[in-house]
């Protein structure tokens, strides 16, 4: 899986080329029955094939004929690529090979038909192998693939790939893309996913990136932190988030500065340094698991520094619902991007985050939000009606 521009057909054409003529690492015997596989003929041929970086460009040596009546590429060994197109999964029913390269498997219409026709027929030899180069989107064949035990995952960024790009174009990508979902998606060659029941989602959060300049007038500034349990190396990260409300009511989150598993000091340090740095109006600060050591450590760096206690007497999901509807009303903007916070808050459903992660950077950024916008009022109250 890679970014645009990052090598992936370039990749799968030598792997194809270090097939047919045996190179290790590739392969240490000569395949012969090769499926080339894209979105469509065309693709096939103007990319896979006869493009810049296509087989018959990057073929040194032995290079294969085309022969597009025939819909194939054959090697002098004798070798033949036959070319398949993912609008018809049934042209790959009777066929067989040793070997298939598959090209942008994300853009497929019929993908899942597409690909498992092509597993029956990757038949011959000792040991059919095949390359999938590819884009990556939240699509179910790609998660499929990437649960499959039996299915090696790669990742290649564009910038890797910078000697053969033109600079401007880097240029002109990074300055407009970066950190955001699409330019993490097409250039850093990640899959970006949502859950269904979290509370924020991708296309929210795009909605919510602002510039930094939007928000410079702020009424309050707050630094928010939610302290781990401990400072063992294998305890939890310590949230802080700063965050500021406009003069037009608009929540501004200005940083994450969230610090992985480090001893109180150290997380302390990081916070008051934020307060000074953002001349915040105070650091909001749960206490629910070091009670009144919290404000003590952070006095210790700076005994100055106000410091306002808050304890959770709620669930993280009831606390952070109001300020996801603030986000859906568009009241809550990102002064840049911040992609771990972001991935976290795409990843927070009713039972937290995904593998039992501790959602530090999410409970810091309620802390701040609810502070600055919602207070008491902001706070969902349990009715009990018996």
């Known amino acids: 899986m890679g970014g645009r521009g990052s090598g992936k057909t370039r990749l799968g054409a030598e792997w194809v080329n270090g097939l047919v003529r045996g190179l290790p690492p590739f392969s240490r015997h000569q395949y012969g029955r090769i499926a080339l596989v894209g979105e469509t003929l065309g693709d096939v041929r103007e990319v896979m094939i006869e493009g810049s970086s296509g087989l018959l460009s990057i073929s040194r040596g032995d290079r294969p004929r085309y022969e597009p009546s025939r819909r194939r590429l054959v090697w002098d060994s004798g070798a033949i690529a036959q070319v398949f197109s993912a609008e018809d999964p049934d042209s790959l029913r009777g066929p067989q090979f040793e070997a298939a390269w598959c090209d942008e498997l994300a853009k497929w219409k019929n993908g899942e038909a597409c690909f498992d026709m092509l597993q029956f027929g990757l038949r011959l030899g000792s040991r059919p192998v095949q390359m999938l180069t590819t884009t990556p989107k939240p699509m179910p064949l790609i998660r499929r693939l990437m649960a499959n035990p039996d299915v090696t995952v790669t990742r290649m960024r564009t910038e890797e790939n910078a000697q053969n790009l033109a600079r401007r174009f880097l240029r002109a990508v990074e300055r407009n893309y970066a950190g955001t979902r699409l330019g993490r998606q097409e250039l850093d060659g990640e899959l970006i996913e949502d859950r269904e029941d979290a509370l924020w989602t991708r296309a929210g959060l795009e909605a919510a990136a602002g510039r930094w300049g939007e928000a410079r007038a702020l009424r309050r500034i707050v630094v928010a932190v939610d302290p781990p349990a401990s400072g063992r190396r294998t305890s939890d990260a310590c949230g802080i ?61 700076d005994a100055a520094v106000p410091v306002k206690a808050v304890r959770a007497n709620r669930g993280k999901w009831l ?34 985050l995904s593998q039992g992660r501790s959602p530090d950077r999410v409970d810091a950024l309620v802390w701040a939000i609810t502070e600055l916008m919602l207070g008491r009022t902001g706070e969902p109250r349990i009715r009990d009606f018996l």
């Open 241 to 301: 988030v700063v965050a500021g409300l406009g003069a037009d009511g608009t929540g501004w989150v200005l940083e994450d500065g969230t610090v992985g598993a480090a001893k109180p000091e150290a997380w302390a340090a990081r916070a008051v340094a934020l307060y000074r740095r953002f001349q915040a109006d105070m650091i909001v600060a749960e206490v629910n698991q070091g009670g009144d050591m919290v404000r003590s450590v952070i006095g210790t760096v």
């Open 319 to 352: 606390r952070a619902e109001p300020v996801a509807a603030l986000y859906a009303q568009g009241r809550v903007r990102h002064a840049r991007r911040f992609p771990e916070l972001e991935d976290e808050m795409c990843d927070f459903g009713t039972d937290g």
